[in-house]
Antibody, heavy 123, light 107 residues
Framework: QVQLQESGPGLVKPSQTLSLTCTVS??????????WTWIRQHPGKGLEWIGY???????YYNPSLKSRVTISVDTSKNQLSLKLSSVTAADTAVYYC???????????????WGQGTLVTVSS | EIVLTQSPGTLSLSPGERVTLSCRAS???????LAWYQQKPGQAPRLLIY???SRATGIPDRFSGRGSGTDFTLTISRLEPEDFAVYYC????????FGQGTKVEIK
């Protein structure tokens, strides 16, 4: 059973960079066959996809966030990471990582999710 | 960007009832790349349906999905107490987007 666990600071100051890590257990990121992704959920609101990464390091980002997002992978630690720069209060959200069942090029459904971590942007 | 509109926003129902949730896309969703998720308070979403009609592993057969093009539905044949939650549709035929959710609450 694949498990994902997000970790990182729960409070980030405006204009700084939000950094989160997702540790995957029960399966190897480098085995291929899946994308890995970050999604966020603003408090009391719906879900917003942030971006995909493959174990090779190839990425595909949400166009609305692309200029501020970097997703990376560390296969030796079986982790993926998210960096979001120049944050504002609008970036306050619960951030989830998830595994993506591939059905096509940069297409897939999100079959395993982490529990999520709340990040608040405030001075 | 494909916009997904879910209706209704909230449903008040009793255990044992049948419910059908709607998800309409602003343009055709290619290859029926449409998923449904269930989310309970304080929890991550859980995949229920993918490919518009395929149940995910471990999902009871009271959950069923159908549809194609721009119109999709999720049906729960008989509501169990644990089914009261928020349901989201998601398309993954292009950059993924989610609907705004339908809350199924106890009447």
């Amino acid at each position: 059973q694949v498990q994902l666990q997000e970790s990182g600071p729960g409070l980030v100051k405006p204009s700084q960079t939000l950094s989160l890590t997702c540790t995957v257990s029960g399966g190897s990121i480098s085995s291929g066959g899946y994308y890995w992704t970050w999604i966020r959920q603003h408090p009391g609101k719906g879900l917003e996809w942030i971006g995909y990464i493959y174990y090779s390091g190839s990425t595909y980002y949400n166009p609305s966030l692309k200029s501020r997002v970097t997703i990376s992978v560390d296969t030796s630690k079986n982790q993926l990471s998210l960096k979001l720069s120049s944050v504002t209060a609008a970036d306050t959200a619960v951030y989830y990582c998830a595994r993506v069942g591939i059905v096509g090029a940069w297409r897939g459904y999100f079959d395993y999710w982490g529990q999520g971590t709340l990040v608040t942007v405030s001075s | 960007e494909i916009v997904l509109t879910q209706s209704p926003g909230t449903l008040s129902l009793s255990p044992g009832e049948r419910v059908t949730l709607s998800c309409r896309a602003s343009q055709s969703v290619s290859s029926s790349y449409l998923a449904w998720y269930q989310q309970k308070p304080g929890q991550a979403p859980r995949l229920l349906i993918y490919g518009a009609s395929s149940r995910a592993t471990g999902i009871p057969d009271r959950f069923s999905g159908r549809g194609s093009g721009t119109d999709f539905t999720l049906t729960i044949s008989r509501l169990e107490p644990e089914d009261f939650a928020v349901y989201y549709c998601q398309q993954y035929g292009s950059s993924p987007t989610f609907g705004q959710g339908t809350k199924v609450e106890i009447k």
